[in-house]
């Protein structure tokens, strides 16, 4: 298993967005992307996640993506209060190595990081040294 800190930088393959800054949240078991304009919306009688990842402050911000409706799950805000989020399935480049990952949408403007890492996505991946950040950057540097 790589080791990653406590912070680190992910690639989202599908949405062409690169270097986005996430938190590494042991105590989160999903992972969660700060999202603008979340809606589910019907294609052909299917249910798909209609929405806009990030914010102005990252290229290639302002395109709508639409992916299949995965599930709609109940999750616990930093707060302690239950929210239903809707999750998708995408995926993820650490590393320079390509992750499935299940991911709910958020808007999270405001908060430090537009990313949380999970345990559903750390787990039997990676070991968490929080004395460390951005070892998957570091690592890529090197090679």
Known sequence: MKTI????????????????????????????LHCEFIELVKVKRKNFVRFIPLDENFEGYGTVHILP???ERK???????????FIVK???????EKHEIEISLRDRSGMEFPMLLGRSFIRKKF??????SNLSRKETKTK
């Open 5 to 32: 800190g406590w912070k680190e930088h992910v690639d989202f393959i599908d949405f062409r967005l690169y270097n986005v800054p996430a938190k590494i949240d042991t105590g989160a078991k999903t992972s969660v």
């Open 69 to 71: 409706y995965h599930t």
């Open 127 to 132: 070991l968490v040294d929080v004395s460390k």
């Open 75 to 85: 999750v616990k805000n930093s707060f302690g209060n239950e929210e239903n989020r």
């Open 90 to 96: 995408t995926t993820i480049s650490i590393f320079n």
